[in-house]
């Protein structure tokens, strides 16, 4: 079972920035990408950014340049920053391991909501 509490989300402006944090189990962050996904009102859910166990980095095109995703081994967090925010990043956040579990295991996500 995947343990994991995503925090941090929020409303924001255009322009500005939002840093969501996940706390994950020590035995999910060994070994595993961890990545960040965002569900959109009426969307699938999608992989946005995804950080390798020892810092690589990869992003969707839609979001390279605006998110930064770092994790720290040691305190077995992942976080986001979202900075230069636009009407298109807002929608449920969730982090989880990169492939996503099967059976489906998810935690409750946090909303991110971006307004004009």
């Known amino acids: 079972q995947v343990q994991l509490v995503e925090s941090g989300g929020g409303s924001v402006q255009v322009g500005g920035s939002l840093r969501l944090s996940c706390a994950l189990s020590?035995?999910?962050?060994?070994?595993?990408?961890i990545g960040w996904y965002r569900q959109a009102p009426g969307k699938e859910r999608e992989l946005v950014a995804r950080v390798m166990e020892y810092g690589m980095t990869i992003y969707s095109d839609s979001v390279r340049g605006r998110l930064t995703i770092s994790r720290d081994n040691t305190a077995n967090t992942v976080d986001l920053q979202m900075d230069y925010f636009q009407l298109d990043v807002s929608g449920m956040y969730y982090c989880?391991?990169?492939?996503?579990?099967?059976?489906?295991?998810w935690g409750q996500g946090t909303q991110v909501y971006v307004y004009s």
């Open positions: 020590r035995s999910i962050m060994s070994g595993n990408q």
């Open positions: 989880n391991v990169v492939p996503p579990p099967f059976p489906p295991d």
